[in-house]
């Protein structure tokens, strides 16, 4: 068995979340969060910082920790345990550019209802749910940062 180690982002611009959709050859597709492995010398934190930057090309600020998740899945030559470290970000703008080296063909951000229904893995619709009760929590608490127009009515 191979373990493996990835971090990635929640990201949220005035209330929606931020999603990539991947395309490859047919053989995968599907709307996912931004995530990718932790590189030698790097702490957790500067993953998730770095695959956001890399994959959706979005400049983001990690607000907190909200928990990981963990499933295995094959590969031809041995099982793999992967455990993903989640992160709530707050966004700098609506701007994102998929990677298209990683078959990232699209990214937007979406409202909570959308997101919800278009990722395509469950763990990761968990961290969603959790990442923006977070959110609407801290919103509510006047504690997430001023984001242009994020308070106007």
């Not at 982002?9 to 492995?37: C, D, F, H, M, Q």
């Not at 030559?77 to 700098?92: F, I, N, R, T």
Request: one cysteine or more.
């Amino acid at each position: 068995m191979i373990e493996a180690t990835s971090c990635g982002g929640v990201i949220i611009y005035r209330g929606k979340i931020l999603a990539l959709y991947k395309s490859y050859k047919n053989r995968y597709e599907g709307w996912v969060l931004p995530k990718g492995t932790v590189e030698k010398g790097e702490t957790h934190e500067q993953t998730a910082l770095r695959e956001v930057a890399e994959e959706a090309g979005v400049k983001a600020t990690i607000i907190k920790y909200i928990g990981k998740s963990q499933y295995n899945f094959t590969v031809p030559e041995d099982m793999v345990s992967k455990e993903v470290h989640w992160y709530l970000m707050a966004a700098d703008s609506y701007h994102s550019k998929p990677q298209r080296e990683e078959y990232f063909v699209d990214s937007g951000y979406y409202k909570y209802h959308e997101i919800y229904h278009l990722l395509r893995f469950a763990n990761e619709k968990q961290i969603v749910e959790k990442a923006y009760q977070e959110y609407l929590d801290m919103r509510a608490a006047r504690l997430w940062p001023k984001q242009s127009g994020h308070y106007s009515k």
